[in-house]
């Protein structure tokens, strides 16, 4: 018999003498001070903890509104430079998974330790229910502490409540049921971690979905001229990608452009409640609302990002049309300064900031629009900055304040020892390998394929080789679409005679600056070096 069942059968004997219970009245396991807590509390309090922070996910999703929002912002800030760098090369995105744990269980273990007050309460109490009041309650407070949501925090509550109530009908069952004591708490644990974990996976399966925001045509917040623009625009990416099989396009499918931010849970700011502020250095601060933004000259570009963090034949580099308003415009009204002014902190809602030269801005562009459609929440709903040619870092999303500085200060990643807010490197992707079909010979012909980039600089030419580097021979390219920071597209067939080839792929800047072969990892001032494969015919 476990301590608490002894102390149930004294507890009830108690009440016994007091007056028969009746079916309302539930026994509780007593608490003995410094004593441990018995297995059944500690797993109610577990249940009601893990349930509160599931159920908080199936109604809030990465939202802000989730409970687990703030220990997890918490948690990238409170981590090093160094691991964040060493994570994000050496566990991609299983760094964030594993940040985003760990805020999952520092949040869990809060309200693990909320419930478990809330039952020891319960177990000094002669009223009913009490734990559930008081578990229902602490847990409500503590999630509106953290989000600032009251209807959403009362789905942490409900299900710690639901769960401290269960708890407590348990303890009564269990004490009816007492002919048949092990089996019946077995089988009733069993069911309850059934249960718990059913309801886990439901959560996280629900709020897996929810994304905050969907994206309206982006004719919603301009107009229909913009819209159609756009469209045609896309329509010409579509016209002029090389069609090579197995090969993304000169426009990348909002869902498949590549996604960095520094933090698990992005904001979800809405237009009502979004600005932006023009500070620092300038002759006259300024703020921007969303209806004052998109009344300014909005048009559509081309934009390719790419970020510093990616390998040298990675995947975080896509393109997009971009609907926005120059930020010279905005910059205009605010008039920085003319002399002793030298770069711009841009900061987010999302705490992020980076720092770079004012000239770099001045020739920037905040879209609000994203492929014809309002920026996803992803991408910086409601407006992001776009500065041409420089590493995807300083294209801050969500963006709230451009101050403009009068000496250099670090950004987010630069403290963290990366050099990302200058001009992209020049490079060629290799990322398809078709086999088009049998020549004379024995021979094959075969063809690859990929994306080249060198940011305002354009391509010039990509040039092969199939045979280590001896001999180069210049691919074909996309035509290029309008804009001064976009990527193109490049395709080489030859005939192969069997065995392996040793591809190699290398492009020329529209300066005329080959890319260099000299190999560099990511860290810190993005790779370098030529992309090759060996490709067996
Ligand atoms: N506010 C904010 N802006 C941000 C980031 C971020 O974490 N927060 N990540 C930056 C990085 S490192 C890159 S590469 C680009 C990626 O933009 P995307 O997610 O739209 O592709 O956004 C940049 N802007
Ligand atoms: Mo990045």
Redesign the pocket.
Known sequence: MFRSDILDDERADRLDQRGNPGPNDFVRPPIIEGVNVSRTETATAASAGVCGVAGSFALAGRTPEFVAAPASALVVDLTPGVVTTVAIRGLGDWGHRLAFGVALALTAGVLVGVALGAVRLGGRSEVPYTSVAAGGGAGWLLALAATGAPKASLAVAGPMAAVLAVGERGWAVGREGRRSRVSTSRRKAIAALGAVAGFAGFSAYRGADITGVEPGPVADVTDEETQREAEDLLGRADEQSLGVSGLAGLVTPTDE???????NV??NPSDGKWDLSVTGEVEQEVTFDFEELTELNVENRFVT??????SLNGE?M?TAVWTGVPVADLLDEASPEDSGTCCVLVR???????EFPLGALEDAFLAVGMNGRRLPR???YPA??LVPGH?????????SEIEVLDEKRQG??EKRGWH?TGPVNTVAKLHAVNRLGEASGGTTTMQVAGHAYAGTRGIRKVEISTDAGETWTEADLSDPLPGEDVWRQWRYEWTAESGDHEVVVRATDGEGSLQPEEFAQPFPSGATGWVSRTVEV
């Open positions: 452009f590549y996604e960095v931010d520094v933090n992005n904001p990002l790419r970020c510093v963090g990616e975080k896509d987010a809602v999302d705490g992020y900031y980076q992803g991408h910086g992001r900055l590493w995807g870092e300083i294209n801050v999303k969500w963006v987010y990643w990302g």
